[in-house]
């Protein structure tokens, strides 16, 4: 073979070698501008499959959009997989709770392996994830699925009693969520046969299980043909209030067993592309306890946070690791060379109204004086009556603090949770 041919040779191969590693068009299932931002930086072309509210929108910023409504199963859906194909779509990525058992349909028709699906359910349901979990050998709490009021109550008695309590002592307390919600949504901890009478049939069936004792946390594991790409620790101050990334040291310094159990859930779920967001408890022995684990975007503003701690945009990360055309290169020149570690610690407290009734809004100097505080987007509503929370949810705002030190950090977290902003 001549010089030229052997050339000619080469060049075509390293053509079919990029034509096989050139990214799928993305779906990005949901409605999240961070993430239409990330998609767009990366320059991979998507199209957006959301909430119809938002197709206007969409076609005023030339955004490739597919109006749909996530709550029902309707005869079109076999048609949005054909849409999306015909569009050259190969991967779906969710971008909140409600979206991920829809992606994981797609993907199992993209990548035509129908168990991808049946992983997805696992993440939504969580008896089913408790279930799985449990088999593969990982260490949850004491859980079962109540029907009525009077599984809770049959529950929190073999619960107590189990516990060895007698008449007189206080109950450990038991917790009950919805099979299917995202996050705290519905979480509700019930002490006393009392607390079980405020349940209301509309929010049964749901999941029952003990109390689990140890600090709670969760981890954000980026993970792309089953194998951790990073892992980020997120330090829970207190849930659904306040966090910071990474966690401190003392957190820290359990990474190892902690990406051990981390790898043992991705393998138990045979979880392969995507990000996880697994939460756990653990004792003061190194004791690691399964919570439950989502795959989509966490709350928290944690992906803000991981990308003022560590440099990189999550939700690029969360695109690259989807996609199973993402190469090893792309994804170690993406990750930072630091590896899993910080310069310092990204901060958020959510900021719940102490009253009923809201006057004004008032932000002290000595907050915006101090060098951890970056920003806020408080707002001033108009006078009125506070929203009825929805779980954690529903916060006026959001304070945003950077610093070197976690003590101060969780400090300053903790003393201005107590803060009346507003009045």
Known sequence: MGLDQLELQQAEQNVDRKEKTKPYLTALIGWSLPAIEACTKLNRPFVVVGPADFEAYAEKHDIAFIGWDFDRLNEGSDHLYKQLKAMGAEVAVPLYEECVEWSGALNSRFRNEPRVFNRSLLLRDKGMMKRKAQIAGIKVGVFEEARDKEDVRRFLKRVNEALLKVEGDKNDPIHVK???????????AIENP??????????????MESHLDGQEFSCEAFIHNGKIQFLNIT???????????????????????????????????????????????????????????????????IFDLIER???????????????????????????????????????C???????????????????????????????????????????????????????????IMRDLLKEYEQFNFYI
Request: hydrophobic share 35%.
């Open 235 to 301: 330090e829970y101050v207190r849930l659904g209030y306040s966090n910071f990334v990474p966690a401190s040291p003392s957190l820290e310094e359990k990474r190892p067993i902690i990406r051990e159990a981390i790898q043992q859930l991705i393998d138990a779920f045979e979880i392969e592309y995507g990000v996880i967001h697994p939460e756990y408890f653990i004792t003061s022995d190194g004791t690691l306890h399964f919570g439950e684990v989502a795959a989509r975007v966490p709350g928290g503003h």
């Open 194 to 207: 009392e607390d079980i009478d405020a349940l209301t049939d509309s929010e049964f069936p749901l999941l």
């Open 309 to 347: 701690a560590y440099g990189f945009n999550a939700y690029q990360a969360q695109i690259l690791c989807s996609d199973p055309n993402t190469t090893e290169e792309e994804l170690r020149e993406f990750f930072p060379t630091t590896g899993e570690k910080a310069k310092a610690h990204a901060g």
């Open 178 to 188: 919805p099979l299917d919600k995202a996050g705290s949504v519905g979480h509700r």
């Open 349 to 407: 407290l959510m900021v719940h109204p102490h009253v009923n009734y809201v006057e004004k809004l008032e932000v002290p100097d000595e907050l915006e004086n101090h060098p951890y505080f970056e920003k806020h987007d408080m707002f001033s509503p108009a006078q009125g009556k506070v929203a009825q929370r929805i779980g954690f949810g529903n916060h006026y705002g959001t304070i945003f603090f950077y610093g070197e030190d976690s003590e």
